[in-house]
């Protein structure tokens, strides 16, 4: 992209109108101007335009992660608790659609045996009136 902007640059600046402005930003634009750590570990900060040096104890980045990390922690943990509790209501469902339809088996089995029952006693009438 930069040898295109090169070759045809999109704005042209005009040579007899140059004025000279110096806007600030309020965030650094050059690394120079970035924030940097001091030296000898510490975890104080130098920041540009008169900003005041801050210092961060480094047990308030670890408490910091630590926070954070449990947090995900336990929205996953949360997350695999309802997915493992809808899994259960299911199984819990298709136990009681299977003890329904296993009463409803025996049901239609005993009523099938009567039935049997019933059409042997009708066949042995049956057999006995003709002879």
């Given amino acids: 992209m930069s ?5 045809s640059p999109p704005v042209y600046s005009n040579a007899g109108a140059i004025i000279n402005t110096t806007r600030s930003t309020p ?7 970035m924030p940097t750590a001091a030296g000898g570990g510490s975890t104080s900060f130098s920041y540009p335009h008169g900003y005041p040096q ?8 670890r408490d910091s992660i630590q926070s954070a990390v449990l947090d ?5 943990l949360d997350e695999a ?3 493992g509790n809808a899994q259960i209501d299911s199984l819990r469902k298709t136990e009681q659609d299977l ?6 088996i025996q049901l239609l089995i005993s009523d099938a ?19």
């Fill in 99 to 104: 003890m329904d339809g296993e009463t409803k």
């Fill in 113 to 131: 045996q009567q039935q049997q029952v019933q059409a042997q006693v009708h066949i042995s009438f049956l057999f006995y009136s003709f002879v």
């Fill in 54 to 61: 801050i210092q961060i104890p480094q047990d308030v980045y």
């Fill in 27 to 33: 965030y650094p634009t050059t690394l120079s101007s």
């Fill in 81 to 83: 608790i309802q997915i």
């Fill in 72 to 76: 995900k922690v336990r929205h996953r």
């Fill in 3 to 7: 040898n295109a902007f090169g070759q």
